[in-house]
């Protein structure tokens, strides 16, 4: 069972735009919700990361929409570069617990 | 952010040979930390749950024997994989929370089995 789905699996997006990136959840237990990137051969890097206290965060070009009835969350990079070309993973966890993945998303940002 | 390291980041090993990865958090202590295993063009697979003084707990399909997890200090655990075949080879990333609840993932270690 497929805890946390991530969707769209790959995303092709031109510079200056916006990559939207969706993950749905079923545990309603889960109260984190993070967003991590990841390149080739790296270690994941926390982005982003939202509570079910509140419905959107923004960090600079990043912004978390939540939507708690719906069970779902969303990714948007805005002005897009071709240096956010990555994999990006959501999550999800209850407090001290391992976190749930999605299957990741490859965006490539082109000129 | 919090820092967490791993060594090596790189290690080739003949089959039948164990390898050792350490996953250290650098600037916070960690009664918990989480080993997880990627392959390419994949997610992050959960392999266990390392406890500060206690046994890990390991998710289903992962052999304890063939994983061995020692979390030996608050800032280290350490994955061993014993008598490593080629199916072996994977990307193996550990993570910490932070106080905050925050995960902070270190830079992963790419095993490779001859």
């Known amino acids: 069972q497929q805890q946390v789905k991530q969707s769209p699996q790959s995303l092709i997006v031109q510079k200056g735009g916006i990559s939207i990136i969706n993950c749905a959840y079923e545990n309603t237990a889960f109260d984190y919700f993070p967003w991590y990137q990841q390149f080739p051969g790296k270690g994941p890097a926390l982005l982003i990361a939202?509570?079910?206290?509140?419905s959107e965060k923004k960090e600079g070009r990043f912004t978390i929409s939540f939507n708690k009835s719906a069970k779902q969350f969303s990714l948007h990079i805005m002005d897009s570069q071709p240096g956010d070309s990555a994999t990006y993973f959501c999550a999800a966890s209850r407090r001290n617990t391992p976190l749930v993945f999605g299957k990741g998303t490859r965006l490539s940002v082109i000129a | 952010g919090a820092v967490v390291s791993q060594h090596p980041s790189r290690v080739i090993c003949k089959s039948g040979t164990s390898v050792k990865i350490e996953c250290r958090s650098l600037?916070?202590?960690?009664?918990?930390m989480f080993w997880y295993r990627q392959f390419p063009k994949q997610s992050l697979m959960l392999m266990a749950t390392?406890?500060?003084?206690?046994?890990?707990?390991?998710e289903q399909g992962v052999e304890k024997d063939k994983f061995l997890i020692n979390h030996a200090s608050l800032t280290l655990s350490t994955l061993t994989v014993t008598s490593a075949h080629p199916e072996d080879s994977s990307f193996y990333i550990c993570?910490?929370?932070?106080?905050?609840?925050?995960?902070?993932f270190g830079p992963g270690t790419r095993l490779t089995v001859l």
């Open positions: 939202i509570r079910p206290d509140v």
């Open positions: 390392s406890n500060e003084g206690s046994k890990a707990t390991y």
């Open positions: 993570s910490a929370p932070s106080d905050t609840d925050t995960q902070y």
């Open positions: 600037d916070f202590q960690a009664t918990t």
